[in-house]
């Protein structure tokens, strides 16, 4: 399994709600990752490739919210904090993580339940929604998916219904 992953041949997907509008449907993220060079505790981009490893997230835009966009991440590497610092670096950070998160606008005319609920989420939205690989030795493909957590899953109908 070590080898799957150094090789890159492992599939992950993510899901992740991220605050703002993507202005793109899809996208791909490219950029060396490494330590902050101010704050050693998180991670910073460096497109320059002067510091960090080489980190690529591919996203697409599976569901608009206005104020908040639902993503689809399939990591092409797999560095530490990657769909999180590649998001934050496009300006849109993931619902709900402390870490690496933007200061936004207040969010007006929408349900204030709703609003309470993502300002006060008690953890990132972002999901390991599937992992597959061919297995070494009996050389199949296997495909693992996870379903969304309830208090996620919440989330995702509190928006669809007010986005109706």
């Known amino acids: 399994m070590s080898k799957l992953f150094f090789d ?20 791909r993220i490219e950029g060396h990752i490494g330590r902050h060079k101010k704050n050693r505790k998180v991670m910073d981009v460096y497109i320059d490739g002067s510091n ?11 569901e608009r919210f206005g104020y908040t966009t639902l993503i689809q991440c399939k990591l092409e590497t797999g560095r530490t904090h990657q769909i999180r610092v590649h998001m934050n670096y496009l300006g849109h950070s993931i619902v709900g993580d402390d870490k690496y998160k933007k200061k936004y606008k207040k969010i007006k ?9 993502l300002y006060n989420l008690k953890r990132q939205f972002l999901h390991a929604k599937s992992l597959g690989f061919i297995h070494p030795k009996k050389n199949k493909e296997m495909t693992f998916d996870s379903i969304l957590p309830k208090e996620l899953e919440k989330v995702l109908k509190m928006l669809r219904k007010t986005n109706k």
């Open 52 to 62: 960090g490893k080489h980190a690529v997230t591919n996203y697409k835009v599976l």
């Open 8 to 27: 890159r041949n492992i599939k992950r997907n993510y899901l992740a709600l991220v605050w703002g509008d993507l202005e793109n449907n899809e996208g």
């Open 109 to 117: 005319n929408a349900d204030e339940t709703l609003i309470d609920t």
